[in-house]
Structures are given as C-alpha cells and as structure tokens.
C-alpha cells in the first residue's frame, strides 16, 4: 500500500510557476504515480504520469511543454513544476498511484488505486 500526501498548491498569476508535491508512504518500487486535475463541473483529467523504477514520463497534450514531473527517491517525493500557468490549469490536483509492471502510460483514473487529498491551483488572469 502507499499513501500519498499533496502540497504546493496556491494562487498564482496567469504565466507564473507553481511547483506541487507528492510525499508517497510506503512502497514505490513498480508504482506508477500519476498527476490528475479536476476543475468544478469537469471530470477528473489527466496531466502526467512517472514510472517510479526508471523515472520516465508522459504528458496530456493540455499541458506538454509546460509541466515537468519528477521524484526524488530519497525522500520519495514526486514534484510537478508547472510553468506558464494559464487560467484553464486551475483546478484541484490530484496524486495517484498504481502498481504497475507494465510498460505502458495508464491515463484513465479508474485505473490508479492511490489517492490523495489534492491540492487547490488557482491561476488569476
């Protein structure tokens, strides 16, 4: 099992930065650990995933370019930096994570079992 803890979130200005944190408790070898965001009235949508063994990543189209995810085994902490906010990035983030041994990029929620708390973006214009 693993627990996940989500921090960073704020106001921030349409072009600002903002770095979000992920603190996951537990295992992690052979985790995939997910990104996801959910706007009022929206569905929940991806935004990037990181296998945890090798460190590779995937993006939403949404937010390619602009958002790098990463972790830091030592502390295993996932980050999001996220780079030229725009008004449509704010939303509630979400941490998620599934046991994966696969070696494809999961981007449905259904498929994550682990989540936190989320973490409120919200981005002036």
């Known amino acids: 099992q693993v627990q996940l803890v989500e921090s960073g979130g704020g106001l921030v200005q349409a072009g600002g930065s903002l770095r979000l944190s992920c603190v996951a408790s537990?295992?992690?070898?052979?985790?995939?650990f997910a990104w996801f965001r959910q706007a009022p009235g929206m569905e929940r949508e991806f935004v990037a995933v990181l296998k945890w063994n090798t460190g590779a990543t995937f993006y939403s189209d949404h937010v390619q370019g602009r958002f790098t995810m990463s972790r830091e085994s030592a502390n295993t902490t996932l980050f999001l930096q996220m780079n030229s906010l725009k008004p449509e990035d704010a939303a509630v983030y979400y941490c998620?994570?599934?046991?994966?041994?696969?070696?494809?990029?999961?981007?449905?929620?259904?498929?994550?079992?682990?989540w936190g708390q989320g973490t409120q973006v919200t981005v002036s214009s």
């Open positions: 537990g295992r992690t070898s052979h985790y995939s």
């Open positions: 998620a994570g599934m046991i994966d041994y696969s070696g494809s990029y999961y981007q449905a929620a259904r498929a994550y079992t682990y």
